[in-house]
């Protein structure tokens, strides 16, 4: 979507009619949108994957028998 994005930025630098710079307008909003899109996924997973597994969050206490209490 990025290259088809740039070729129709060149092609709307060649030759700027009113429809090429409406289609590249609309090209290039897709693109962002599924940039951003893109970034909080990868961020959301991020997140998830230190919040249920990483240290964000402490661990439970053991309630077996510990060295401290034989």
Same mark, same amino acid.
């Given at each position: 979507?990025?290259? %088809? $994005?740039?070729?129709?930025? /060149?092609?709307? /630098?060649?030759? #700027?009619?009113?429809?090429? %710079? !409406?289609?590249?307008?609309? +090209?290039?909003?897709? +693109? +962002? ?6 970034? $909080?996924?990868? !961020?959301? /997973?991020? !997140?998830?994957? =230190? ?5 964000? =969050? #402490?661990? #439970?206490?053991?309630?077996?028998? =510990?060295? $401290?209490? $034989?």
């Amino acid at each position: 979507m990025i290259a %088809v $994005r740039d070729r129709l930025y /060149k092609r709307m /630098k060649k030759q #700027p009619s009113p429809d090429m %710079v !409406e289609m590249y307008k609309k +090209v290039r909003n897709m +693109v +962002v949108g599924l940039t951003r899109n893109a970034k $909080r996924a990868h !961020e959301k /997973k991020i !997140e998830d994957a =230190t919040k249920f597994g990483g240290y964000s =969050t #402490p661990t #439970p206490p053991s309630f077996g028998v =510990t060295a $401290r209490y $034989r």
